[in-house]
T-cell receptor
Framework: LAKTTQPISMDSYEGQEVNITCSHN???????ITWYQQFPSQGPRFIIQ???TKVTNEVASLFIPADRKSSTLSLPRVSLSDTAVYYC??????????FGTGTRLQVFP | GAVVSQHPSWVICKSGTSVKIECRSL??????MFWYRQFPKQSLMLMAT?????????EQGVEKDKFLINHASLTLSTLTVTSAHPEDSSFYIC?????????????FGQGTRLTVV
């Protein structure tokens, strides 16, 4: 399972776009990149998953460069309710999910 | 999306007693379930993986005799913390995945806060 590195924390203000980058230098060919969000005292919630290039859904975009050694989760126009911990996971689709340290995002009014 | 339900949401128990936590997949058959433990301000730590009808596979350093996992049906897995001690106080989270489902569809329960006094 590829090891991931994310910033420990990030601050933002409401309405801004937030980009959280995750490094995964030893990503394998069969590995996908998945991001989860976790609020305090709750289980993680799936945000987005991708293999290469760009993926977009109703809540976020995921940018993956050609070498796939990093990825960037983009949250457009964050609100206070986006304050949470964001985890980047890398692995094959049937792998067990191993969580790294995550990025604690704090959104200010 | 699919729903995974944990029960109880929180529990307080006396030191030395055992506590059982249930994890149910409400609208799909969970062939694989994962159990995690999370301490305050820390990430989720995978404790074990269980496949329906077979013994759980524990991660290194997790005592299988202390954390008993049973996955007897396709919709229910249980974690029993035996002879609980204050250091077992933590947030326990389960995750379930169905047959043919990749990690896109690994759904998590809401977690169980265990406090051992």
């Amino acid at each position: 399972l590829a090891k991931t590195t994310q910033p420990i924390s990030m601050d933002s203000y409401e309405g801004q776009e937030v980009n959280i980058t995750c490094s995964h230098n030893n990503i394998a060919t069969n590995d996908y990149i998945t991001w989860y969000q976790q609020f305090p005292s709750q289980g993680p919630r799936f945000i987005i998953q991708g293999y290469k290039t760009k993926v977009t859904n109703e809540v976020a975009s995921l940018f993956i460069p050609a070498d796939r050694k990093s990825s960037t989760l983009s949250l457009p126009r964050v609100s206070l309710s986006d304050t949470a911990v964001y985890y980047c996971l890398v692995g094959a689709l049937t792998d067990k999910l191993i969580f790294g340290t995550g990025t604690r995002l704090q959104v200010f009014p | 999306g699919a729903v995974v339900s944990q029960h109880p949401s929180w529990v307080i128990c006396k030191s030395g007693t055992s506590v059982k936590i249930e994890c149910r997949s409400l609208d799909f058959q969970a062939t694989t379930m994962f159990w995690y433990r999370q301490f305050p301000k820390q990430s989720l730590m995978l404790m074990a993986t269980s496949n329906e009808g077979s013994k759980a596979t524990y991660e290194q350093g997790v005592e299988k005799d202390k954390f008993l996992i049973n996955h007897a049906s396709l919709t229910l897995s249980t974690l029993t913390v035996t002879s609980a001690h204050p250091e077992d106080s933590s947030f326990y989270i389960c995750s379930a995945r169905g047959p043919g489902q990749g990690n896109t569809e690994a759904f998590f329960g809401q977690g169980t806060r265990l406090t051992v006094v």
